[in-house]
């Protein structure tokens, strides 16, 4: 099946730097992905919407400039948190839409724990 | 208001019992997908309904579509320990976008 991949799995950063989070479809194309954030005994809560080679769409009340997302290829989609501060802290999950099967096919990443003390 | 509202939000039982988890809304939907996911993990699909009244079985897992396609329930039957996670309910809403519903935190104690 398609595999979705994202690294790290674990980050620990200091309050005011900033962490790259990469997310990676391994055997198909992903001309859509998504990014996620999941608070602990909470759902997913769509964050943006990444589309290869254009500017992502970010849902209401998630800053754009805190959360950049970059989508450069048909594999890799890039999501920067940064000056992160506590309560950033959270389970960040990708998806990703492949490119030749229907609309309504998505697959997940295994996630990225963010700590931010 | 969330679209979809799942209930149970937490359900505790004994190995060997029998549970169901709900997903409502008030919107009709073409389809609806549920998921199960383990801490620490993205979630896994489980199953997609896209017909009214469509029941679908996944070994001990039943998952029914409502006729007017508002609705889904997933029953487990003879739940093991290993069914213990978080079960989500998703649609495809405006923009194309999948949202979940809050979740159902499912423990099975042996």
């Known amino acids: 099946g398609a595999v979705v991949s994202q690294h790290p799995s674990w980050v620990i950063c200091k309050s005011g730097t900033s962490v790259k989070i990469e997310c990676r479809s391994l055997?198909?194309?992903?001309?859509?992905m998504f990014w996620y954030r999941q608070f602990p005994k909470q759902s997913l809560m769509l964050m943006a919407t990444?589309?290869?080679?254009?500017?992502?769409?970010?849902e209401q009340g998630v800053e754009k400039d805190k959360f950049l997302i970059n989508h450069a290829s048909l594999t890799l989609s890039t999501l920067t948190v940064t000056s992160a501060h506590p309560e950033d802290s959270s389970f960040y999950i990708c998806?990703?839409?492949?490119?030749?099967?229907?609309?309504?096919?998505?697959?997940f990443g295994p996630g990225t724990r963010l700590l931010v003390l | 208001t969330q679209l979809l509202e799942q209930s149970p939000q937490f359900l505790s039982i004994q190995e060997g019992e029998n549970l169901t988890v709900y997903c409502n809304s008030s919107?009709?939907?073409?389809?609806l997908q549920w998921y199960r996911q383990e801490p620490g993990e993205g979630p896994v699909l489980l199953v997609t309904?896209?017909?009214?009244?469509e029941v679908k079985k996944l070994k001990r897992l039943t998952f029914q579509f409502g006729d007017a396609r508002k609705d889904s329930s997933l029953h487990i039957t003879a739940a093991q320990p290993g069914d213990t996670g978080l079960y989500l309910c998703?649609?495809?809403?405006?923009?194309?976008?999948?949202?979940f519903g809050g979740g159902t935190r499912v423990l099975v104690k042996p």
């Open positions: 998806s990703a839409r492949d490119r030749l099967a229907g609309k309504e096919t998505q697959y």
């Open positions: 055997d198909f194309q992903a001309t859509t």
């Open positions: 990444s589309n290869e080679g254009s500017k992502a769409t970010y």
């Open positions: 919107s009709v939907f073409s389809s």
């Open positions: 309904v896209v017909t009214g009244g």
């Open positions: 998703a649609v495809w809403a405006a923009g194309n976008k999948l949202t």
